[in-house]
């Protein structure tokens, strides 16, 4: 039996949530600007040094983002909904969860195994590892693939969020930004 006032979302959730949001946002965005519209040379080259470095930072917050949540588990939804919304809702969820992760573990993975060393900011490096194209080549075919998958999941996400607060007019969003339960 679902109460009629939902939980609220910490502070913390909230700050993580959307710190996190922008990033990733932000990070695909980089990198399609990369990867479609900067021509192949030293300026890509240096564009790709500077995405590498974010991404691992991302990854550092990510996991702590990601930590937090599991380790609370997720709220139960804000609104009654039909049970079709209530799976999307917790796939759509799961699947920007693993996202957050797997962005940048599949970007380190083609780096790395392509010798490539992550240089974060000059502050440390991480070293590439002895050259293994095939796992490179497909760990890059998965951060391409992932980064697809994952904006649709986002547009999706953002489109519900957005029908809850315009149409449905209930606390989904507001929860997740001033953390009000009432509207
Ligand atoms: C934080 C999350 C990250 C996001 C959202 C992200 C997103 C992207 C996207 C959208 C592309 C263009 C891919 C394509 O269309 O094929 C790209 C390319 C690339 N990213 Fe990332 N990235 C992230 C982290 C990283 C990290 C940590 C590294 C390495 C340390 C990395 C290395 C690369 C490389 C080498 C490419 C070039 C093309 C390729 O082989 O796919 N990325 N990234
Ligand atoms: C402008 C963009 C975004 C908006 C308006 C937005 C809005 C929201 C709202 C309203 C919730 C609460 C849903 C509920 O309580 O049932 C939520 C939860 C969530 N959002 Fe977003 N979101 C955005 C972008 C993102 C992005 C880019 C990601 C990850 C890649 C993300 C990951 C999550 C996750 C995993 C949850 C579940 C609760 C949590 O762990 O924080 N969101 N979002």
Do not use: C
Not at 25 to 53: C, E, N, S, W
Not at 106 to 121: K, P, Q, R
Not at 140 to 167: E, P, Q, R, W
């Amino acid at each position: 039996m679902k109460t009629s006032k939902p939980a609220a979302y910490d502070l913390v959730s909230r700050f993580n949530h959307w710190i996190v949001a922008f990033a990733m946002i932000g990070m695909l965005a980089f990198g399609i600007y990369i990867d479609d519209f900067v021509p192949r040379g030293p300026q890509a080259g240096a564009l790709l040094q500077t995405h590498k470095a974010l991404g691992v930072l991302v990854l550092a917050y990510g996991l702590w983002r990601v930590g937090w949540r599991l380790a609370r588990g997720f709220l139960d939804s804000a609104a009654r909904m039909p049970a079709w919304q209530e799976i999307l809702s917790k796939i759509t969820h799961w699947v920007l969860i693993a996202g957050i992760i797997l962005m940048p573990l599949s970007g380190m993975t083609t780096s790395l195994f392509g010798g490539h060393d992550i240089n974060i900011f000059g502050l440390f490096t991480i070293p590439g590892f002895t050259e293994n194209k095939t796992v490179s080549d497909l760990a890059g075919d998965a951060h391409g693939t992932i980064a697809n998958i994952l904006i649709a999941f986002i547009v999706l996400h953002i489109a519900g969020a957005l029908k809850h607060h315009v149409i449905d007019r209930d606390t989904t969003l507001v929860r997740m930004t001033t953390g009000r339960t009432e509207r």
